[in-house]
Antibody
Framework: EVQLVESGGGLVQPGGSLRLSCAAYGFTFSDYWMHWVRQAPGKGLVWVSRINSDGRSTDYADSVKGRFTISRDNAKNTLYLQMSSLRAEDTGIYYC??????????WGQGTQVTVSS | QSALTQPASVSGSPGQSVTVSCTGTSSDVGYYNFVSWYQQHPGKAPKLMIYDVNNRPSGLSDRFSGSKSGNTASLTISGLQADDEADYYCSSYTRSSTYVFGTGTKVTVL
């Protein structure tokens, strides 16, 4: 069974940093592109970033470019999101997702990130 | 990148069909056949319903179907059921090598 389990969320002050992790189970992690998607409280989904299967190619939303870094460790079946210079508007649930063609077929349960002083 | 435009809400009675529209531009919905749809129940993670405009994941009910014309994609739910009541989001790949989600539509079963 495919499972994605996020961790690393929490409360951080504006300007601070946080690293999210996503452990993957039940599929050959190194075969798939992966994404991060976030959702602010009571708001819609927002795509954040994606990484190709070997980790050499990445893309970012303009709102996080230069502040967030996506990476992966295929030996550990784990996806990461390093977030720095955090702002209040980065607050929300962060989902790890698996890519399927033009969509995202499996989603984790999400991890909450709160940026507040 | 601006969000794709969806109606805030649509509703229908059990057994009826409803259609949710998703309007983008010639740089996203109109350029690629990489439109997907997601269902999200309150407090839950989103679930993929349609990918690549009109493909259903294995095991998903055929009551859900997708289509696209120009810069507008659509999700149709036929034979509406109580459990279909949820938020629905469209998404598209863009010419900037990014993805964009829609504004979201609340589907209500009357």
């Amino acid at each position: 069974e495919v499972q994605l389990v996020e961790s690393g969320g929490g409360l951080v002050q504006p300007g601070g940093s946080l690293r999210l992790s996503c452990a993957a189970y039940g599929f050959t992690f190194s075969d798939y592109w992966m994404h991060w998607v976030r959702q602010a409280p009571g708001k819609g989904l927002v795509w954040v970033s994606r990484i190709n299967s070997d980790g050499r190619s990445t893309d970012y939303a303009d709102s996080v470019k230069g502040r967030f870094t996506i990476s992966r460790d295929n030996a550990k079946n784990t996806l990461y999101l390093q977030m720095s210079s955090l702002r209040a508007e980065d607050t929300g649930i962060y989902y790890c997702t698996r890519s399927r063609s033009g969509g995202q077929d499996y989603w984790g349960q999400g991890t909450q990130v709160t940026v507040s002083s | 990148q601006s969000a794709l435009t969806q109606p805030a809400s649509v509703s229908g009675s059990p057994g009826q069909s409803v259609t949710v529209s998703c309007t983008g531009t010639s740089s996203d919905v109109g350029y690629y056949n990489f439109v997907s749809w997601y269902q999200q129940h309150p407090g839950k993670a989103p679930k993929l319903m349609i990918y690549d405009v009109n493909n259903r994941p294995s095991g998903l009910s055929d009551r859900f179907s997708g289509s696209k014309s120009g810069n507008t994609a659509s999700l149709t739910i036929s034979g509406l059921q109580a459990d279909d009541e949820a938020d629905y989001y469209c998404s598209s790949y863009t010419r900037s090598s990014t993805y964009v989600f829609g504004t979201g539509t609340k589907v209500t079963v009357l």
